[in-house]
């Protein structure tokens, strides 16, 4: 009878989950992949519709702005960090190499905004991803 009462138990406290549970690894990728998604993944919808909004536009208005992105070959130490940064895009730093966004040379004076734009994208979607894996192992409530 008692093992009747706990496996009633254990698919209610299963019903109340909610979403399915995917290991913080993944969170981790999907957040870093596309802004928001490991907050998506956890059920926190309107977290994640904001990060995605916010890090897409300050990319997207980054190359409006012609911002450069920075490629991973150059020797020099700031250009390096810049790269770090601009990796934290995730999908759409792949999605620029891809199609050649912001691989240009600088010619207008908001470049250098553009480009700046471009990099806290990056390290906002760094922070939103590990806020992410923060939450799935409790970390963070």
């Known amino acids: 009878m008692s093992t009747t009462k706990a496996i009633m138990k254990e698919s209610a406290v299963q019903s109340k989950a909610g979403p399915k549970k995917f290991s913080a690894g993944v969170i981790l990728l999907a957040g870093w992949l ?65 199609f050649g966004w912001g691989h240009h040379i600088v010619q207008v004076v908001t470049a250098d905004y553009g480009t700046k734009f471009i990099v806290v994208a990056g390290l906002l979607n760094f922070i939103s991803a590990v806020d ?6 409790g970390r963070k409530r």
Do not use: E
Not at 39 to 58: D, E, K, P, V
């Open 34 to 98: 596309i802004p928001g998604l490991g907050h998506w993944m956890q059920g926190r919808w309107i977290r994640a519709i904001l990060l995605f909004i916010s890090i897409t536009c300050m990319f997207a208005l980054g190359l409006a702005m012609r911002g450069m992105v920075y490629a991973p070959n150059t020797g020099d130490v700031l250009d390096m960090l810049g790269f770090v940064g601009d990796l934290g895009d995730g999908g759409l730093y792949i999605l620029s190499a891809v």
């Open 132 to 137: 992410a894996h923060s939450l799935r192992v």
